[in-house]
C-alpha cells in the first residue's frame, strides 16, 4: 500500500488543521491506521491510531482531548483532526499502515508548524 499524506501548513497556536492520508490498495479497509511524528533533532513518536474498523482509537498523552483521528474505509483516507494546537506540536507527521503486528507502511510526511 502506499500512503500519501496532505494538510500540513502553517498556524497559530490555538488554531486548527486537519491532515489526510490517502491510500492506495484494495486492502486499506483492512489495516490499522497511525500518525506519527517528528520534531526536529527528536525521534518519531506515536501521535494516534485506529483499528481497521474505526471502532478503536488510541492517543499519545501529550495530544489526548485535542487530536481526533477517524478513516473513511470508501475513500481510502485517515484524517487526523487537530485542535487547540501548540507550538510544541510543531512536527513532520507521517501517517502509516499496520496490516499485521507492526507499521509497515509509511507516507511521506507533511509539515505543521505552530507559530506561538
Known amino acids: 500500500v502506499q500512503l500519501q499524506a496532505s494538510g500540513g501548513g502553517l498556524v497559530q497556536a490555538g488554531g486548527s488543521l486537519r491532515l489526510s492520508c490517502t491510500a492506495s490498495?484494495?486492502?486499506?479497509?483492512?489495516?490499522?491506521l497511525g500518525w506519527f511524528r517528528q520534531a526536529p533533532g527528536k525521534e518519531r513518536e506515536f501521535v494516534a491510531d485506529i483499528s481497521w474498523s474505526g471502532g478503536t482509537t488510541r492517543y499519545a498523552d501529550s495530544v489526548k482531548g485535542r487530536f481526533t483521528i477517524s478513516r473513511d474505509n470508501g475513500k481510502n483516507t485517515v484524517y487526523l483532526e487537530m485542535n487547540r494546537l501548540k507550538p510544541e506540536d510543531t512536527a513532520v507527521y507521517y501517517c502509516?499502515?499496520?496490516?499485521?503486528?507492526?507499521?509497515?507502511?509509511w507516507g511521506q510526511g507533511t509539515q505543521v508548524t505552530v507559530s506561538s
Open positions: 502509516a499502515a499496520r496490516p499485521g503486528g507492526s507499521f509497515d507502511h
Open positions: 490498495g484494495r486492502t486499506f479497509s483492512s489495516y490499522g
